[in-house]
């Protein structure tokens, strides 16, 4: 039940293209829902998160949309850019303090998107 | 990489030996938490400390040990008894109030031969 699924593994697109990440979780606890974005070699960086009591959150060119009921969100990336080759990473948690446990982020196994010019 | 910093970048030990990986924050967060990360199998807790003097078990605590004497602190010792060392490994902390954004450092990556 702590699961939270990511698919695809892998994504490939051209240029200003709209890559779109999905992931899907079974915990209805969960309740924060932050993306990541990891360059070869780096740390992951936070790139947007979103609670449940909104449908959709953007930031620039990154969408986050999210449907409660059917308990999975997904990340779309506007005009994609070359720069954009990463790997994301979708996470859910938990914001109530229940002892152990508690705060922890589990993590989607990542997609590794390119984006070829 | 924020305000984390991790060392070394990278580090080689022979099998059989412990080694310990060094996690120091500036921000002034009470949660540390450190990660093992795997090709395919993303970020996996090893564990986490919400405060000084105090440390709890994530999922795969086996073969390893951590301390948490200061709040800037968080050492992770990968033992001898750990079966597949050989990974990257991600620091990261959080803020004990309000939003629960965690924020990573930028990784060591161990080699064990």
């Known amino acids: 039940q702590q699961q939270v699924k990511q698919s695809p593994q892998s994504l490939i697109v051209q240029k200003g293209g709209i890559p779109i990440i999905n992931c899907a979780y079974e915990?209805?606890?969960?309740?924060?829902f932050p993306w990541y974005q990891q360059f070869p070699g780096k740390g992951p960086a936070l790139l947007i998160a979103?609670?449940?009591?909104?449908s959709e959150k953007k930031e620039g060119r990154f969408t986050i949309s999210f449907n409660k009921s059917a308990k999975q969100f997904s990340l779309h990336i506007m005009d994609s850019q070359p720069g954009d080759s990463a790997t994301y990473f979708c996470?859910?948690?938990?914001?109530?303090?229940?002892?152990?446990?508690?705060?922890?982020?589990?993590f989607g196994k990542g997609t590794k998107l390119s984006v070829i010019p | 990489d924020g305000g984390i910093t991790q060392s070394p970048k990278y580090l080689f030990r022979k099998e059989g030996q412990n080694v310990t990986l060094s996690c120091e924050q500036n921000?002034?967060?009470?949660?540390m938490y450190w990660y093992r990360q795997d090709p395919g199998q993303g970020l996996r807790l090893i564990y986490y400390?919400?405060?000084?003097?105090?440390?709890q078990k994530g999922d795969i605590a086996e073969g390893y040990s951590v301390s948490r004497e200061k709040k800037e602190s968080f050492p992770l010792t990968v033992t001898s008894a750990q079966k597949n060392p050989t990974a990257f490994y991600l620091c990261?902390?959080?803020?004990?109030?309000?939003?629960?954004?965690?924020?990573f450092g930028p990784g060591t990556r161990l080699t064990v031969t």
């Open positions: 990261a902390s959080r803020s004990g109030t309000g939003p629960y954004e965690q924020y």
């Open positions: 915990n209805t606890a969960f309740d924060y």
């Open positions: 979103i609670r449940p009591d909104v």
């Open positions: 996470a859910a948690s938990t914001h109530s303090y229940s002892g152990a446990g508690s705060y922890q982020l589990t």
């Open positions: 921000l002034n967060h009470d949660a």
């Open positions: 400390s919400q405060i000084v003097n105090d440390f």
